[in-house]
């Protein structure tokens, strides 16, 4: 079992629509937790960083953690073709800051 | 700031050949690490530092080297090139005690 799962998509959805994006994990020392945005032929941007469980806004955007479930997500209001890009879910247990990655769900906002 | 740099864009080596990927930031970060992400796999963690003078193995070392002499460049080299090499590398780097990496463009490397 990967430490991080992640499903890879591709998920399609019109513009406007609301997106849900998911990680589970099964490394119960992990303590935080980060979402990655990568536009084709780039490298990954950092969109989110939250500390423990609850919740966390920015903008359109609005990540969550679920410590007792080990389930995070990421939620997308609005969704604009800008958006399309791929999303990394990545957690940390705080040692030595190695970060493990998701392998990314690919997004695409249909105009 | 430029953040982190990355240089070439992109290169092909032949089987055998060997290569420096550059990697430097501006941020002043004591961290780094460096990355091969291939389709479907994820970030692969090959190398990383704690600061100038202190390199570790990540996941996936084998067939690479670093050295890390200043505080802001982080080469990776590559020796006796092969084709399970050809992948999209990446460099990162934070701060002592924080979890979020700030990555660079990426280095599209193909072996033939």
């Known amino acids: 079992q990967k430490e991080v799962e992640q499903d890879p998509g591709p998920l399609s959805v019109p513009e406007g629509a609301i997106v849900s994006l998911n990680c589970t994990y099964s490394?119960?020392?992990?303590?935080?937790f980060m979402w990655y945005r990568q536009y084709s032929r780039k490298g990954p941007e950092l969109l989110m960083y939250t500390y423990s469980s609850g919740n966390k806004e920015d903008g359109r955007f609005t990540a969550q953690v679920d410590k007792s479930s080990k389930y995070i997500s990421l939620f997308i209001r609005d969704s604009q073709p800008s958006d399309s890009a791929t999303y990394l879910c990545a957690m940390d247990s705080g040692g030595y800051q190695k970060v493990t990655f998701g392998t990314g769900t690919k997004l695409q906002v249909i105009p | 700031n430029a953040g982190v740099t990355q240089t070439p864009k992109f290169r092909i080596l032949k089987i055998g050949q060997s290569m420096t990927l550059q990697c430097a930031q501006d941020?002043?970060?004591?961290?780094m690490y460096w990355y091969r992400q291939d389709p479907g796999m994820g970030l692969k963690l090959i190398y990383y530092s704690v600061g100038a003078g202190i390199t570790d193995k990540g996941e996936v070392p084998n067939g690479y080297n670093v050295s890390r002499s200043t505080t802001e460049d982080f080469p990776l080299r590559l020796e006796l090139a092969a084709p399970s090499q050809t992948s999209v590398y990446f460099c990162?780097?934070?701060?002592?005690?924080?979890?979020?990496?700030?990555f660079g463009p990426g280095t599209r490397l193909t072996v033939t």
């Open positions: 941020m002043n970060h004591n961290y």
């Open positions: 990162a780097s934070t701060h002592q005690g924080r979890s979020e990496q700030y």
């Open positions: 490394n119960s020392a992990f303590q935080y």
